[in-house]
């Protein structure tokens, strides 16, 4: 999704914060980089959907987007609107105890990055089922396409944490097809990771 302005330097999470979609040179850089045709598929957070928006008027022929919640950002908890300073200071037992294994332990109240890709992975399964032979543009979030990383990779959480995503960035990923409902989860071709429009 393209940058969030409120709460720079804050885990914003799940939060639902608006975005920054003035920069109309890397949305049609972008639109021009997705397939025609596809799929379109949002989380339920609106900077998703406001960023699909965008996309769409900045050069695609782009079909309304199906909502898919479980393409969320992971949900940091309490820890939400905080900045990781604020944390170490407010919430020191459980900040120590989170770096002890962030990839599988959740802020409290949230959840853990294991979770997210459980989630996810389920979600991006269950569509890549229901449209199989064709694209989708899934606009999401960091933790999300994280997430699918690990599925296509199987990545182990703090593997998956690992990977650098940035704003208004694609990611692609191929499924071969037929191998989905063998119950193989390494079912997918990595094509891009946080290719940035030029």
Not at 7 to 14: D, F, K, M, P, T
Not at 29 to 52: D, F, I, K, N, Y
Not at 188 to 195: D, I, L, P
Request: negative net charge.
């Amino acid at each position: 999704h393209a940058p969030v302005v409120e709460q720079v330097g804050r885990l914003y999470g799940q939060t639902d914060l608006a975005c920054d979609t003035s920069n109309t040179t890397a949305l049609k850089a972008l639109a021009a980089m997705l397939p025609q045709g596809a799929v379109w598929v949002v989380s339920h957070l609106r900077r998703a959907a406001e960023t699909a928006r965008a996309i769409a008027t900045n050069g695609m022929d782009a079909a309304p987007p199906t909502v898919e919640p479980d393409l969320a950002e992971q949900h940091f908890g309490v820890w939400q609107g905080l900045t990781w300073d604020e944390i170490g200071a407010a919430h020191e037992e459980d900040h120590r105890e989170f770096w002890k294994d962030p990839g599988g332990n959740a802020p409290p109240g949230g959840e853990s990055m294991a979770n997210v890709i459980s989630r996810a992975s389920a979600a991006i399964c269950r569509l890549t089922a229901a449209n199989g032979g064709r694209d989708i543009v899934a606009v999401a979030h960091a933790g999300s396409i994280r997430a699918a990383l690990a599925l296509a990779l199987d990545l182990d959480p703090w593997r998956g944490l690992a990977v650098q995503i940035d704003n208004l960035s694609l990611t692609r990923l191929e499924h071969v097809p037929g191998r989905l409902d063998m119950g193989h989860t390494n079912a997918w071709r990595v094509v891009t990771v946080n290719q940035t429009p030029r």
